[in-house]
């Protein structure tokens, strides 16, 4: 089982539409969690952290579920502008040990 | 304020040469990890260096080695290179006190003939 399972994409969806992506990570001391977004043919930049009791940041909502494993993201009123590779990201070590483990993407295209 | 540099951008190299990839880490970082990213993939942790010693590794042949300067910059080395490291390489900064947030550099990417 991979580490970091990611819905598989393409998601393919109008402008405004909501849309939501999934990830489960295997190693339950799994620590921190991050949503990152990739550009095509540039670097990661990170989106959000996700924290224990969900956060949200504009249009963006990240929940987490230690229980069953599983994090997600919502995007809401979706923009031209947010087609891109969604990239799950763990650490399972906390803060003491920096190696992030990526999912391997879910990419999102908006569509006028 | 200068984000993370990476130098080359492009490099093309044939078979069993070797390779040196270039990190300069955001200014006021300390820290700078190394990551792979093969076509359609996520990024695979190769190994990070903080106070010029190498403090974690990932699943990587010792082909992969590397090196930290005492100005924070960072060198990644690959020896005998095949033909499935062709890849982008992302050097990513951070600080000692919160090596999670990670700012990734543009990368390099590894073309092997």
């Known amino acids: 089982r991979k580490e970091v399972e990611q819905d598989p994409g393409p998601f393919n969806v109008p402008e405004g539409a909501t849309v939501a992506f999934n990830c489960t990570y295997s190693?339950?001391?799994?620590?921190?969690f991050f949503w990152y977004r990739q550009d095509c043919r540039k670097e990661p930049k990170l989106l959000m952290s996700v924290y224990s009791s969900g956060n949200e940041d504009g249009r963006f909502t990240a929940q987490l579920n230690r229980a069953s494993q599983y994090i997600s993201l919502l995007i809401r009123d979706s923009k031209l502008s947010d087609s891109a590779t969604y990239l799950c990201?763990?650490?399972?070590?906390?803060?003491?040990?920096?190696?992030?483990?990526f999912g391997k993407g879910t990419k999102l295209s908006v569509k006028p | 304020d200068a984000g993370v540099t990476q130098s080359p951008t492009h490099l093309i190299k044939t078979r069993g040469q070797q390779v040196t990839l270039r990190c300069s880490p955001k200014s006021g970082h300390d820290t700078v990890s190394w990551y792979q990213q093969a076509l359609g993939q996520g990024p695979q942790f190769i190994f990070q260096y903080y106070e010029e010693e190498e403090r974690q590794r990932g699943n990587f042949p010792d082909r992969f080695s590397g090196h930290q300067f005492p100005n924070y910059s960072s060198e990644l080395n690959v020896n005998a290179l095949l033909l499935g490291d062709s890849a982008l390489y992302l050097c990513?900064?951070?600080?000692?006190?919160?090596?999670?947030?990670?700012?990734f550099g543009p990368g390099t990417r590894l073309t092997v003939t």
């Open positions: 990201v763990v650490n399972f070590y906390g803060g003491s040990q920096g190696n992030l483990i």
């Open positions: 990513a900064s951070s600080t000692g006190t919160s090596k999670l947030e990670q700012y």
């Open positions: 190693n339950s001391a799994s620590q921190s």
